[in-house]
């Protein structure tokens, strides 16, 4: 029997696995696993099949697996926004020379408007999307990543859903999607509490972090910098990967005293944590070898077989979060820094390690039900304290997670601004629908071994100022000069208006609006071309416009419109419209 054709918003959805029941309800198409066979359901797995008429010139956004991959550009000449695609050399997701896949969701801007092919639920199979000609037309094909599990061996034949959207705005299409979504995936209490504001010792010292680099900067906030309200202790405080209640050297009266220490002065203390992996010399890989993903022959899987192997401390081996005393070690460790020692919000990093493909306890299981697994271990051991997830899988994400980072580590250059500007931009409409984003650390000031011209911090000042989110300072704070104090001044009056992110009108990044209350509005501009850019801004009515940063006025009398030209090469402005 065949499956019936559905149309989503106006398109044609056809299905074209016979294993699959698919159900069509609030404008989304649900499947369910139906075969009588037991054979391998591969990384490949096409379920939807969607015929387009595709401009070859229009502008595309697809998302990554892992937080580090994003794809812009055409339909014709896809542009990778991040250092780390998915099929990159390095990460090994999926092979290089295979057609490009967008997962999560794939956004098409044509001039008739927006269209958005998007998956809402994400328990146990990765979505994604890949765009073939075929009969002479453009056609968006849907895949699920079986993982090549075999359906007798799974818990549940559900399979996940995915809709198509049309809209004549950015911000329709975004705001449609994200309550779609969240249908599929409550968000947690803390997405739409406001955002943390503080600092985080990683871009200051790096893993060099000491006890008394801590207290040297909680001085400075208690003394100065008052509105900084959380403390961030990075990388560094442990003695190895995967022992985190065992602190290094570095910290001679121990992480629970220094973190109660903080509570005691009146800041909110914050660790770092990588939770799913262990490096070889610490004691739970010694003593639990048992609790860690296997490759099929027996031998212990480490990250570098079969992706990114990681950034230091490494081999990375995997806990194998479907096993049960894994599970509950997890919440333990969590409990313990929450419990004992006062910790009230974790940056959980390197979760997309979680996810890795391996041979599990559980059988029929994939990374993605593991990572879950894992995720929920943590929040059960979290209570009520907020979770970061950071390198994480996207959409394995979601409903697990208060706040998301969304970019690449920061760097103080101009190439790593465009680079974060443009990665955060594209997944600013995530902010408190799906969870707050994190756009990364603020970086002022330069350091002895890093730095660059002051244009620069102020191109990475207005992409903060433009995407709202967390607002934690990664420079040392006993060095902050005038620029970087009055930007945070600034940036702490933004916040308190107004939590939300600006909107953007085109995937072209470059101008995006945000009312700040009912008498001003906030526009930002950029340029990350070789050529200057005018752009003509338009208000509802005759308004004073301002420079946002210096409060210089830019028109002599109420006027509707102001045109203005960005200087060539990275460049942007932030006006401040008064009606």
Same mark, same amino acid.
């Given at each position: 029997?065949?499956?019936?054709?559905?149309?989503?918003?106006?398109?044609?959805?056809?299905?074209?696995?016979?294993?699959?029941?698919?159900?069509?309800?609030?404008?989304?198409?649900?499947?369910?696993?139906?075969?009588?066979?037991?054979?391998?359901i591969n990384d490949h797995y096409l379920i939807l099949q969607f015929p387009t008429q595709?401009?070859?010139?229009?502008?595309?956004?697809?998302?990554?697996?892992?937080?580090?991959?994003?794809?812009?550009?055409?339909?014709?000449?896809?542009?990778?926004?991040?250092r780390c695609p998915d099929n990159s050399p390095s990460y090994r997701i999926y092979s290089?020379?295979?057609?490009?896949?967008?997962?999560?969701?794939?956004?098409?801007?044509?001039?008739?408007?927006?269209?958005?092919?998007?998956?809402?639920?994400?328990?146990?199979?990765?979505?994604?999307?890949?765009?073939?000609?075929?009969?002479?037309?453009?056609?968006?094909?849907?895949?699920?990543?079986?993982?090549?599990?075999?359906?007798?061996?799974?818990?549940?034949?559900?399979?996940?859903?995915?809709?198509?959207?049309?809209?004549?705005?950015?911000?329709?299409?975004?705001?449609?999607?994200?309550?779609?979504?969240?249908?599929?995936?409550?968000?947690?209490?803390?997405?739409?509490?406001?955002?943390?504001?503080?600092?985080?010792?990683?871009?200051?010292?790096?893993?060099?972090?000491?006890?008394?680099?801590? =207290?040297?900067? @909680?001085?400075?906030?208690?003394?100065?910098?008052?509105?900084? $309200?959380?403390?961030? /202790? *990075?990388?560094? %405080?442990?003695?190895?990967?995967?022992?985190?209640?065992?602190?290094?050297?570095?910290?001679?009266?121990?992480?629970?005293?220094?973190?109660?220490?903080?509570?005691?002065?009146?800041?909110?203390?914050?660790?770092?944590?990588?939770?799913?992996?262990?490096?070889?010399?610490?004691?739970?890989?010694?003593?639990?070898?048992?609790?860690?993903?296997?490759?099929?022959?027996?031998?212990?899987?480490?990250?570098?077989?079969?992706?990114?192997?990681?950034?230091?401390?490494?081999?990375?081996?995997?806990?194998?979060?479907?096993?049960?005393?894994?599970?509950?070690? =997890?919440?333990? @460790?969590?409990?313990?820094?929450?419990?004992?020692?006062?910790? $009230?919000?974790?940056? /959980? *990093?390197?979760? %997309?390690?979680?996810?890795?493909?391996?041979?599990?306890?559980?059988?029929?299981?994939?990374?993605?039900?593991?990572?879950?697994?894992?995720?929920?271990?943590?929040?059960?051991?979290?209570?009520?304290?907020?979770?970061?997830?950071?390198?994480?899988?996207?959409?394995?994400?979601?409903?697990?997670?208060?706040?998301?980072?969304?970019?690449?580590?920061?760097?103080?250059?101009?190439?790593?601004?465009?680079?974060?500007?443009?990665?955060?931009?594209?997944?600013?409409?995530?902010?408190?629908?799906?969870?707050?984003?994190?756009?990364?650390?603020?970086?002022?000031?330069?350091?002895?071994?890093?730095?660059?011209?002051?244009?620069?911090?102020?191109?990475?000042?207005?992409?903060?100022?433009?995407?709202?989110?967390?607002?934690?300072?990664?420079?040392?704070?006993?060095?902050?000069?005038?620029?970087?104090?009055?930007?945070?001044?600034?940036?702490?009056?933004?916040?308190?208006?107004?939590?939300?992110?600006?909107?953007?009108?085109?995937?072209?990044?470059?101008?995006?609006?945000?009312?700040?209350?009912?008498?001003?509005?906030?526009?930002?501009?950029?340029?990350?071309?070789?050529?200057?850019?005018?752009?003509?801004?338009?208000?509802?009515?005759?308004?004073?416009?301002?420079?946002?940063?210096?409060?210089?006025?830019?028109?002599?009398?109420?006027?509707?419109?102001?045109?203005?030209?960005?200087?060539?090469?990275?460049?942007?402005?932030?006006?401040?419209?008064?009606?």
């Open positions: 029997m065949m499956n019936p054709l559905f149309f989503l918003c106006g398109q044609e959805s056809i299905p074209v696995q016979t294993d699959l029941i698919y159900e069509f309800q609030n404008d989304q198409i649900s499947m369910h696993f139906s075969g009588i066979h037991n054979l391998p595709l401009e070859h010139d229009a502008k595309i956004l697809g998302d990554g697996f892992q937080m580090l991959a994003q794809t812009g550009g055409k339909v014709d000449s896809p542009q990778e926004i991040g290089e020379h295979a057609k490009k896949r967008f997962y999560n969701y794939l956004v098409i801007e044509q001039s008739d408007g927006f269209t958005l092919f998007g998956f809402t639920s994400c328990y146990r199979f990765a979505g994604y999307f890949e765009i073939h000609e075929y009969q002479g037309s453009m056609n968006v094909m849907a895949f699920l990543d079986g993982e090549f599990t075999h359906p007798q061996d799974w818990a549940s034949n559900r399979m996940e859903s995915l809709t198509v959207i049309k809209a004549e705005s950015l911000a329709e299409l975004y705001e449609l999607y994200a309550a779609k979504v969240q249908q599929q995936h409550p968000i947690r209490p803390g997405v739409k509490q406001d955002a943390p504001i503080g600092w985080c010792s990683w871009y200051a010292y790096y893993a060099d972090v000491t006890e008394k680099n801590v =207290l040297d900067n @909680v001085e400075v906030m208690c003394q100065k910098d008052s509105e900084f $309200e959380w403390v961030l /202790l *990075d990388d560094g %405080y442990q003695a190895f990967m995967g022992d985190w209640l065992t602190p290094s050297d570095k910290f001679p009266n121990g992480i629970k005293a220094l973190l109660q220490d903080i509570k005691a002065k009146g800041k909110k203390p914050a660790i770092w944590i990588a939770p799913f992996i262990a490096q070889p010399e610490s004691d739970i890989f010694k003593n639990h070898p048992d609790w860690f993903v296997h490759h099929e022959n027996g031998e212990l899987l480490k990250a570098e077989d079969i992706t990114y192997g990681g950034w230091r401390c490494t081999p990375w081996y995997i806990l194998d979060t479907s096993k049960q005393e894994v599970q509950i070690h =997890l919440t333990e @460790v969590i409990h313990t820094m929450r419990e004992e020692w006062g910790v $009230e919000l974790f940056k /959980l *990093d390197a979760n %997309y390690w979680g996810t890795l493909k391996g041979k599990r306890t559980q059988s029929g299981i994939t990374g993605i039900e593991a990572y879950r697994l894992g995720m929920q271990a943590i929040t059960n051991g979290a209570g009520d304290a907020l979770i970061l997830g950071c390198n994480a899988p996207m959409w394995p994400s979601l409903g697990l997670v208060d706040a998301m980072r969304v970019s690449d580590d920061v760097e103080r250059n101009p190439q790593r601004f465009e680079q974060i500007a443009k990665e955060t931009f594209y997944r600013s409409w995530q902010h408190r629908k799906l969870w707050q984003i994190d756009p990364d650390c603020v970086t002022l000031i330069s350091l002895s071994n890093q730095g660059t011209e002051r244009k620069y911090y102020e191109f990475h000042r207005n992409v903060i100022l433009a995407s709202g989110g967390l607002a934690l300072s990664g420079d040392p704070l006993p060095d902050l000069n005038k620029f970087a104090k009055k930007t945070w001044k600034n940036i702490l009056s933004r916040l308190r208006l107004t939590q939300e992110a600006a909107q953007f009108t085109s995937l072209s990044n470059r101008h995006c609006t945000l009312t700040l209350n009912h008498q001003h509005e906030l526009h930002c501009l950029f340029n990350y071309d070789d050529e200057a850019m005018e752009h003509t801004l338009v208000a509802d009515q005759p308004s004073i416009w301002r420079d946002f940063w210096t409060g210089e006025q830019l028109n002599e009398e109420p006027t509707q419109m102001l045109i203005l030209t960005l200087d060539s090469g990275l460049n942007s402005k932030a006006i401040l419209v008064s009606n």
